[in-house]
């Protein structure tokens, strides 16, 4: 493109990048768009710093593609280099120039330079038809598994939901110190929860608040408390190590929200414990769809949605 300039960001470019973001995606409550979030993501991440190409404009940026590291294992026990596009952005004076595609398709040379195996994603429905313009391939559609409760919850404040201690007193909140529980052999492609990984995902977030719920037994649910369309919910984001429904159950007794949501992949243990614990998937609704990009050669089918191995955490960065 005349005029345009793609290289790879340095730590000088973070508050441009950032005034880029706001001005084309928004801020939502629940994601400030801070340097510290920035840092979480794209430097203290445990898989490595994230590969961030910049276009620049007479020297102003006016377009950033950021794709976190990543690693998932396979049910053979390898692990696959991965990489996620996460905040991806063009300034609206710069929009439908093909700043979205120039960035892309070098960040995907420089991939494929570096021996990534797989790039994934889950794109909005404004995006996704340029991703698979540009070679991804649809997986399929993420959905939800609810409990929905009765009785008394409480309602979100102008400045976000309630806290853990105020919506889920039964569970402990995450500060600092990470659960120990022991994870499983994947079904799938599944993220390692490694503890620098679990340390990493679920207590040093700079804003959202998770709690643990312990089974007692090395094993445990992770949560924050959201709000979708006014109502609160107590989002299960992750049961690392569980089998059993109980914990899920006990999770739904005592909370202050409207229901339960979370996800997990078809046959594997957690989605089982969820369902057993009350929770059911909501026909035709799509939240997500996961859209992948093979870039060397693999010995299975990732573009079977049966062939991954997810949990809400692995879907949502927050």
Not at 250 to 264: D, E, H, I, S, V
């Amino acid at each position: 493109m005349r005029n345009l300039g793609v290289r790879p960001a340095n730590g000088g470019d973070v508050a441009q990048i950032l005034e880029v973001l706001r001005l084309a995606l928004g801020e939502p409550v629940l994601l400030r768009r801070t340097e510290a979030l920035w840092d979480w993501k794209h430097q203290s991440n445990p898989f490595g710093e994230s590969l961030i190409l910049v276009a620049e404009s007479e020297g102003r940026i006016v377009g950033v593609r950021a794709l976190m590291r990543w690693e998932l294992k396979t049910p053979t026990g390898s692990t696959l280099k991965c990489l996620r596009p996460v905040d991806t952005a063009t300034h609206p004076d710069f929009a439908r120039r093909g700043v979205f595609k120039e960035l892309t398709m070098s960040a995907i040379e420089i991939a494929r330079s570096e021996g990534v195996d797989l790039v994934f994603n889950t794109p909005n429905s404004k995006s996704r038809p340029g991703y698979l313009k540009m070679g991804w391939t649809d997986v399929g559609p993420i959905g939800v598994l609810v409990r929905p409760r009765l009785g008394r919850a409480l309602k979100p404040n102008g400045s976000g939901p309630p806290t853990i201690a105020e919506a889920a007193p039964q569970l402990d909140p995450l500060e600092g110190v990470a659960p120990v529980a022991i994870d499983r052999e994947p079904r799938g492609l599944r993220t390692p929860r490694e503890p620098k990984y679990v340390s990493w995902r679920f207590t040093q977030h700079p804003t959202a608040r998770y709690g643990w719920l312990s089974d007692g037994k090395g094993s445990g649910l992770v949560a924050r408390v959201g709000v979708r369309m006014m109502r609160t919910e107590l989002v299960i984001s992750d049961l690392i190590g569980v089998t059993e429904a109980s914990v899920v159950r006990r999770a739904a007794a005592q909370a202050m929200t409207r229901y339960l949501a979370g996800w997990f992949s078809r046959r594997t243990p957690e989605r089982r414990a969820a369902i057993l614990g009350g929770m059911i998937p909501v026909p035709g609704l799509r939240t997500l769809n996961l859209v992948a990009l093979p870039i060397s050669e693999l010995d299975f089918d990732v573009f079977d949605l049966d062939s991954w191995d997810l949990s809400t955490s692995d879907l949502e960065l927050l």
